[in-house]
């Protein structure tokens, strides 16, 4: 399935879910169906698969929805002419409306991970990224390069933004198996530690616990080595790392790392990130400094 064939099934997929709120309207005399709204949507839908002249009552029949729920339907979408819902209805030929609709979901969507309970999340920041990558792809008056700069365009603030892609990080640590576009294939791996580029910039990432992401850890590079970003791991300065580097020294000299690797009872690895991403992996033997291995990460 391309860009636009997802664009359109998505936006099929939320309507139909649009129109099942009629049962909970019906039961309880509220008023969460956008009837205006949802009528257009499928009107679009039918003008898309060249079918305009088919009528959105009959498309319903065919697909078997309850009698009664659709004429409830269509005496509160009567009922609601001339009202703001009404009057903002998107124009434009088929695709560029159903675009316009894929992008005020996408936008909803965007809001709702945002408001995601931090205990038990139920909205995918990465399906929210991925869905705006679509859209980018496929809406050529875009002038938006990459999903920051459409939400920036649509007046969401810095800080919105930033909390975005941090929920996008904690679900990327536990997707990091997974395939697909997102999340990547490690671009380096250094045992346990695997760097990723997620939208031109590096993702640094240590899963010290598969099983509970609070426990992981992180840290964010731009393209120009500027660290922009951790989480539960310390940058280290590289005058500490390197000195005292010289024999004699113990491991006790050395600020503490963010990760140890023990190689029986001799030999130790300390690794420390450093704030223009760099690892360094600082060997002891019996508790003395032996050697100190330094790797570019961002390669």
Request: aromatic share 16%; charged share 25%; net charge negative.
């Amino acid at each position: 399935m391309n860009e636009k064939e997802r664009i359109v099934s998505r936006f099929f997929d939320q309507t139909t879910w649009l129109f099942d709120l009629v049962s909970d309207d019906r039961e309880t005399g509220s008023a969460l169906c956008p009837y205006w709204e949802v009528c257009d949507r499928f009107q679009t839908y039918l003008a898309y698969r060249g079918e305009k002249d088919s009528s959105v009552r009959n498309f319903l029949v065919r697909g078997g929805y309850d009698p009664e729920e659709i004429d409830f339907f269509f005496q509160r979408y009567e009922a609601s002419q001339g009202t703001e819902e009404y009057v903002n209805l998107p124009q434009g030929s088929a695709f560029e409306k159903i675009l316009s609709y894929f992008l005020k979901d996408t936008l909803e969507l965007f809001q709702n991970v945002l408001n995601n309970d931090p205990d038990d999340p139920h909205y995918s920041p990465i399906t929210t990224v991925h869905r705006i990558e679509d859209y980018i792809s496929c809406n050529p008056a875009c002038e938006a390069n990459s999903p920051r700069e459409l939400l920036y365009a649509f007046g969401r603030t810095e800080k919105e933004v930033n909390s975005f892609y941090e929920q996008y990080r904690e679900e990327f640590v536990i997707r990091v198996a997974a395939s697909g576009r997102h999340p990547q294939e490690p671009t380096q791996t250094f045992g346990k530690l695997a760097v990723y580029q997620v939208e031109g910039r590096f993702v640094v990432v240590l899963p010290t616990d598969q099983r509970d992401v609070s426990q992981s850890a992180g840290a964010e590079f731009d393209s120009a080595r500027h660290c922009i970003w951790t989480k539960n791991l310390d940058i280290a300065e590289e005058s500490k790392i390197l000195f005292p580097s010289h024999p004699g020294s113990k491991r006790s000299d050395f600020i503490k790392p963010f990760y140890q690797f023990d190689f029986g009872k001799q030999i130790s690895v300390s690794a420390y990130l450093s704030s223009d991403a760099y690892l360094y992996c600082v060997v002891f033997e019996n508790g003395m400094w032996a050697d100190t291995k330094k790797f570019d990460l961002l390669l």
